[in-house]
């Protein structure tokens, strides 16, 4: 079997982030969906959990960082082009989100990302193969 990641994020409106990730493309596993939490699909092995606030107490005795204030996690997906970089940032800003950022070309790679609306960073990037 091989490994599976599962990247475990509070957020303070469960429905809100499900309508603001199913609008750039994701899809839900309805077994692990209730009131408190849903797991997003990112690919075969990647998992996102969002958990209610509540819900990701449960998980920490840390306090729970406010993502909008200070920055708890990167998350960085791969897309299969710069212009696929460039139309999910466009689709998470008129989704609700919002850039934090300008886009990063360092020739081999491009980069660009979006804060979600509970302002968790996603670094979105194209590398060209060789």
Known sequence: MSTQIFVNLPVADLQQSIAFFTRLGFSFNPQFTDDTATCMIVGDNIFVMLLTREKFRSFTP?????????????????????????????????????????????????????????????ELVHMQAA
């Open 62 to 122: 840390k306090p729970i960082c406010n993502a909008h204030d200070a920055t708890e996690v990167l998350v960085c997906l791969s897309r299969d082009s710069r212009e696929a970089v460039d139309a999910m940032v466009r689709e998470a800003v008129a989704a609700g989100g919002s850039t934090y950022n300008d886009p990063q070309d360092h020739g081999f790679m491009y980069g660009h990302g979006f804060q979600d609306p509970d302002g968790h960073i996603w």
